[in-house]
């Protein structure tokens, strides 16, 4: 059965994107042997530090890689619900299957820099520690990233698990804007670092206690002659990946039960929504109170609007760090951005729920869905980006960029808006059917839609952030009448592309809505009347990077 199981992962890796492996394979080697010129160009002193902190890298890679990657687990426990195959060996295979590929191989050959760093001791005792110690660590990633991706599907269906998985993408978006104001001072800091090793020594005392230090523990304690204390440190390794192994073989099984857990009582926002008043009582009222009725209880998108608030936690905790506070004042700027890019895909989450409004189509229920997607969109993004701004600017002092960055947050969350049902209608991306969603990007996505809308979105705001640039940086030569003209031009450019661009989005829906619907029912299938206008050329462009990315996704997940 395992064999089986490595041979079928074996060929579903053939097939996958060949640039992909390569590229996989090349950043994979690339890290190997950053690994290996840490280990071999350390001074003595250093070594410990410098290998403790290398293999708490890849550790965490093991961790949220797979989290962050939709493709992570080639072969899924779902796939092999119907087989009559005894729930363990199933599981056991599908462990051993996580060995097998790019991932796998270049672990494996770091970690014989746990074995250079034995030899470099000049102990035969801790070269031998070294070899066991090489391959628990790496049976203890492989576990644990397996481990944890099933226990974030079964997390998903609750309020926790969304959580866990919105810190991780609000942290990895935040490190691809600004990350390089901390990877710059680390990477000047190597030769240091290599020569002295971390500054402090109760910084070296925690590293050597995480599950990366244990192994690199065992070798310095065996090069010292403390054996029994090195037998201690592999122990307690072979220990933890004798847990993290029986962790895995039980999520590892076909989960057959309810897809999300049920509510102990009702939400707070239904509660608010059903007072008298509170939503106008036509076809607009009902689709803003289903609008926000979705965002606050679908895990998914709840997991778009956790994500930005946590990208602009993690932007101002930047610009902390590295000592920019104008950074984290802008915080709230940064969950404004994210309502085009969130939003960019609203009737693919939908699923082939569009049907609904095909079967009812009227100009008063399309305008209605159209408008009312925009009103939640800037509700549920707008009022936690205020709050976080207000928050920041109140912690960093920095009160000249209020106003700046209250024009931002209002140009920005009227054009996303605008931005993002044309997106959701243009680059309409079907997924997984919401009852049979596991990952957290099951939802489906298409890179190429939150690209443009990403651009669109500053070029469409840019009259307002020229002005709050200027009112930000020259507060003393400007006039007195410029402050308001800010604000001025903010909510013209707020209004202006949430109702222009809104309205192509209802043009496009008028005239293409069953198109629209057959290409979340039916990808990829050919239209008679596809269109020549340079919106559906958009539109079938978007619509061939869904299919190539959904291709390339399927056939690395089998």
């Known amino acids: 059965m395992v064999g089986q199981l490595i041979d079928l992962t074996f060929a579903i ?9 390569t590229w996989g394979l090349v950043l994979g080697l690339a890290a190997a042997a950053a690994t290996w010129a840490g280990v071999l160009l350390a001074r003595p002193d250093a070594r410990s530090d410098v290998s403790m902190l290398l293999l708490v890298g890849w550790f965490v890679g093991w961790l949220i890689g797979p989290i962050l990657a939709s493709g992570a687990a080639v072969l899924r426990p779902e796939y092999f619900t119907l087989l009559p195959v005894p729930r363990r060996r199933l599981a056991a295979g599908l462990l051993a299957s996580a060995f097998v590929g790019v991932g796998g191989a270049v672990t494996a050959l770091t970690m014989v820099a746990l074995v250079g760093h034995g030899v470099r001791t000049s102990s035969v005792v801790a070269t031998l520690v070294a070899v066991p110690c090489a391959v628990l660590f790496l049976v203890l990633c492989v576990a644990v990233s397996r481990t944890v991706y099933a226990l974030l599907g079964a997390a998903m269906r609750t309020h926790l698990g969304v959580e866990i998985a919105a810190v991780q993408y609000g942290l990895l978006i935040a490190t691809l804007f600004v990350g390089w104001l901390i990877v710059s001072p680390v990477v000047n800091a190597v030769p240091t670092f290599l020569d002295e090793g971390l500054p402090h020594a109760a910084m070296s005392a925690v590293l050597g206690w995480t599950p990366a230090g244990w192994p690199v523990q065992a070798v310095e304690a065996a090069a010292a002659g403390d054996i029994a204390t090195a037998l201690g440190w592999l122990g307690l390794l072979a220990g933890a990946a004798a847990v993290a192994v029986g962790a895995a073989l039980l999520l590892l099984t076909p989960y ?45 998108r709840s997991l778009e609007i956790r994500s930005s608030i946590w990208f602009g936690l993690f932007l101002a905790a930047y610009g902390f760090i590295a000592d920019v506070p104008q950074l984290a004042a802008l915080a709230g700027v940064g969950v404004a951005m994210m309502v085009a890019l969130s939003g960019a895909n609203l009737y693919g989450q939908d699923g082939t729920a569009l049907w609904q409004l095909v079967v009812g189509q009227h100009p008063r229920a399309l305008r209605a869905d159209v408008r009312g997607r925009q009103v939640g969109l800037v509700v549920f993004f707008g009022i936690p980006a205020l709050v976080l701004s207000t928050m920041m600017i109140v912690l960093t ?42 990952n957290a990007t099951d939802a489906g996505e298409n890179s190429f839609a939150i690209q443009i809308a990403m651009w669109l979105t500053s070029l469409l705001a840019a009259p307002t952030i020229v002005a709050g640039i200027l009112l930000a940086i020259g507060p003393g030569w400007l006039p007195a009448w410029f402050p308001v003209v800010t604000v001025a031009i903010a909510l013209v450019n707020a209004v202006l592309m949430a109702v222009a661009v809104g309205a192509l989005a209802l043009r496009q829906l008028s005239v293409r809505l069953p198109e629209t619907f057959a290409r979340l029912r039916y990808p990829g299938m050919a239209r008679a009347h596809a269109g020549n206008g340079w919106l559906d050329r958009f539109a079938g462009q978007a619509e061939k990077e869904a299919i190539k990315a959904a291709a390339a996704k399927a056939r690395s997940r089998g």
């Open 13 to 21: 890796r053939r097939h996958s994107p060949s640039l992909k492996r």
């Open 397 to 438: 002092g920095d009160y000249d960029l209020a106003l700046p960055v209250l024009a931002g947050l209002v140009a920005l969350c009227g054009t996303g808006s605008g931005i993002a049902v044309l997106m959701s209608v243009l680059a309409v991306t079907p997924g997984v059917d919401p009852h049979r969603r596991i």
């Open 256 to 300: 057959v039960g309810n897809r999300t857990m049920r509510r102990g009582r009702r939400p707070i926002g239904s509660r608010i929504l059903e007072r008298p008043g509170m939503l106008p009582g036509n076809e607009f009222g009902a689709v803003v109170g289903k609008e926000l009725r979705t965002w606050w209880r679908d895990p998914w």
